[in-house]
């Protein structure tokens, strides 16, 4: 059996039966269509241009008149004419426009000199509103309002000169009704349309219509058509909402003639021998189908077989390798054959891949739920560590006033206890800004191979004997810039818990490279470098792998951690812009990941060397203390007049500017950062400033992203010693005389 592709035996069937016969009648129909239409269209131009030099003509008698009587001796003293000039010109332009419809005027600019409208004797009065400036040169005037006429009209403008100078302008009215009857006159074919439009594309005069068109703009098409070309076939929809093809011709005076007739009559009535070639075409197409079905049999066996073989691959049944006949569909079969066979075994690979996606996904659900979590925890640690250090200042100002005051030792051990208590407490809101992420720093660059190997003695000692380390960083790793002791602070932490997970002994490594671009995710654009300190202890449960970064989470026993390892760790990388993560197996080991941003290439390795602070006391020194707390402000203002100072005391920033701006002498501010209120601290150092330079500013605040602003101000952190108060204050006083 011959096998044939179904594009041959289609061609055939085309190229013998149906193909010359439809190209014939196609080719004798199109030649048909397209003579009439470029008769129509010879039709339409030649109509355009007929009415083009009809009104043109029209126009021209106009000019001539106007220009004919610009010369007259009557007007040789326009603008100023007698009353005999007056009479003799005007019988002079009733004359000549005899039987026309319009009238002549001659103006100066500002107002009508005189116009055949009027009576013979009569002198025109005052300023007339629709007379336009005097024109330098002779021209067609568009459409302009009616005025008294009641109807627009259109104007032939001829300067009058006396001495190469023009003292008036000679008009003749163009009525749109004279050119209407030209319109009329031309006997356009029914359903066509004429029109003249002025310079301004407005309609003069339309056919059908009449006047009550005068006036109206073209269409918006229309008109951006005449402005690129003068003559040629357009397309458009007329105002009366109809779809015509027509012709534009733009003569010199810039005025347009229109012929056009409706699309659908364009192609015109079809002759009979054009319908028989027709008729004889469908004819042959009827045969055609028919010799259609009968291929088509042929085929759709070929086709259902390729059906039932595609079933099978779907439901992943093998597939039998036949032939149909049809060469294509031969091919087709053993490709299905192979096909399903590829996808027994890619199926397999592929319900893999997908759950191993899966199990991705809901890791990445797992830890941006993490991550909200411990981002809201973070808020909260940061407020209750800012209250917590106000509570702690109240405390370590009231314990140093009472040990300054008190000299008995049964004073002094409680007031030293407490003030050891204060500094517990003070290294515990310390960890909580940490987790916070709002804990200030000093970063530095550094470079992770020599910082790692210079590191990795003290790291020894906290894991102990027991516990083998090795250290890894990849040639080529980037810097990063971080707070060197919050760095140190988070290894040591992580070693801590590798110990305690390691109660036999074990290994300890800690590797550092550059982060894979696909463990960035919800992480500022940027460079990272990974941190890695794996063990091969315990490991953790995966319940509670997500809530190790929280304070105060602890697996140990009770007075075996304090569960602000790990949260100290979270807030170093958050802080430094990156992110801590937890990977843990039950049973093989645990792998802590820190993503810390990389340093530029730019940047320093090391800060500026701070100055030495100035000594000497505060007696007689006059401090104004801001502070919105009235317990912390009692102790403060109490532990400075015991320091010799004079205090003046302000509730806010708003009540210390007014005891400023009432002229109190004063040496040194020291106000709270974070106060109720439009303005906190950091704002009321800035006015200050600018209002009295010559007075210090200290900050103090128990919480405040202002800690480590670049704002120009010292700031302590509360709570803070009497001895750190007195370097502070008396600093920022010498450094502000002259």
């Not at 269409?219 to 015509?244: H, K, N």
């Not at 085929?299 to 992943?316: F, T, Y």
């Not at 941003?597 to 730019?602: H, T």
């Not at 320093?604 to 100055?611: L, N, Y």
């Amino acid at each position: 059996m011959l096998s044939l592709s179904i594009r041959s035996r289609l061609l055939l069937l085309v190229l013998a039966v149906l193909l010359p016969a439809v190209a014939a009648a196609a080719y004798v129909i199109a030649r048909t269509f397209e003579a009439e239409r470029s008769a129509l269209e010879r039709n339409l131009r030649d109509s355009a241009r007929a009415l083009s030099t009809v009104v043109d003509r029209e126009i021209e008698q106009r000019a001539t008149i106007v220009r004919v009587l610009a010369t007259a001796r009557a007007l040789e003293n326009a603008p100023d004419l007698t009353a005999e000039q007056r009479r003799v010109f005007q019988q002079q332009a009733r004359l000549a426009i005899d039987g026309m419809d319009g009238w002549i005027e001659l103006t100066d600019g500002e107002r009508s000199l005189l116009s055949t409208r009027d009576p013979m004797d009569r002198v025109p009065a005052g300023t007339a509103a629709s007379v336009p400036p005097l024109a330098q040169a002779a021209s067609v005037r568009p459409l302009s309002s009616g005025g008294d006429v009641g109807l627009p009209y259109a104007r032939v403008v001829q300067p009058v000169l006396r001495d190469g100078r023009v003292v008036a302008n000679l008009q003749m009215t163009i009525l749109p009704a004279e050119l209407q009857r030209i319109i009329d006159r031309q006997e356009l074919p029914p359903g066509w349309l004429g029109a003249i439009l002025d310079a301004r594309a407005s309609v003069v005069a339309r056919h059908p219509g009449g006047v009550q068109h005068a006036g109206r703009r073209a269409t918006p098409d229309m008109i951006e058509r005449l402005a690129q070309e003068r003559e040629g076939f357009f397309d458009s929809v007329s105002l009366d909402g109809v779809p015509v093809r027509g012709f534009f011709s733009t003569s010199q005076r810039g005025w347009t003639y229109i012929a056009a007739m409706p699309r659908l009559a364009l192609a015109g009535p079809l002759p009979p021998a054009v319908l028989q070639l027709a008729a004889g075409a469908l004819l042959l197409l009827g045969l055609a189908v028919g010799g259609a079905l009968f291929v088509a049999r042929r085929i759709v066996g070929p086709v259902n077989s390729l059906k039932v073989a595609a079933a099978r691959m779907r439901s992943g049944q093998p597939v039998a390798n036949r032939t149909t006949g049809l060469a294509e569909c031969d091919d087709v079969a053993a490709a299905l054959a192979e096909a399903a066979e590829s996808i027994q075994h890619a199926r397999a690979d592929l319900e893999r891949q997908v759950a191993d996606a899966v199990a991705r996904t809901r890791q990445a659900e797992q830890r941006v739920s993490l991550n909200q979590r411990v981002e809201a925890l973070g808020r909260l640690t940061g407020g209750v560590a800012h209250d917590f250090n106000n509570l702690l200042g109240v405390i370590s100002n009231s314990a140093h006033l009472i040990q300054r005051r008190a000299s008995t030792p049964e004073i002094q051990a409680p007031v030293a206890s407490t003030l050891r208590a204060v500094e517990v407490g003070s290294r515990l809101t310390q960890h909580l800004l940490r987790f916070s992420g709002r804990h200030p720093t000093r970063p530095t660059r550094i470079e992770l191979a020599r910082y790692l190997a210079e590191s990795q003695e003290l790291i020894r000692v906290v894991l102990g004997k027991r516990c083998e380390l090795s250290v890894h960083v990849v040639p080529g790793t980037a810097g990063i810039r971080v707070d060197s002791s919050e760095l140190e602070l988070a290894l040591i932490n992580l070693a801590l818990n590798a110990r305690d997970a390691l109660p036999s002994g074990g290994h300890v490594r800690i590797e550092a490279a550059d982060a894979p671009a696909e463990d960035l995710a919800d992480l500022a654009p940027g460079a990272y470098v990974q941190i890695q300190v794996s063990d091969d202890g315990t490991g953790i449960e995966e319940a509670i792998a997500d809530r190790v970064f929280e304070p105060f989470f602890t697996t140990k026993a009770v007075g075996k951690g304090t569960g602000l390892g790990l949260s100290q760790v979270h807030g170093f990388c958050v802080q430094a812009g990156g992110r801590a993560c937890i990977a843990s197996t039950r049973g093989i080991g645990t792998t802590v990941t820190l993503l810390l941003p990389a340093a530029g290439d730019d940047e320093p390795g090391v800060g500026p060397t701070p100055a030495p602070l100035p000594e000497g006391g505060l007696y007689g020194v006059r401090v104004l203390l801001v502070e919105d707390n009235a317990e912390l402000a009692d102790v403060t203002a109490g532990l400075l007049d015991s320091l010799g100072c004079r205090v003046v005391r302000a509730r806010s920033p708003e009540e210390a500017l007014g005891l400023i701006d009432e002229g109190r002498r004063l040496d040194v501010v020291l106000s709270d950062i974070v106060m109720p209120g439009d303005m906190d601290g950091v704002a009321l150092a800035r006015t200050l400033r600018e209002r009295r330079p010559d007075l210090a500013v200290v900050l103090i605040s128990g919480f405040s992203s202002a800690l480590h602003a670049a704002h120009g101000f010292p700031v302590l952190a509360k709570p803070c010693t009497p001895e750190e108060l007195i370097l502070a204050l008396r600093r920022a006083i010498d450094l502000r005389r002259p």
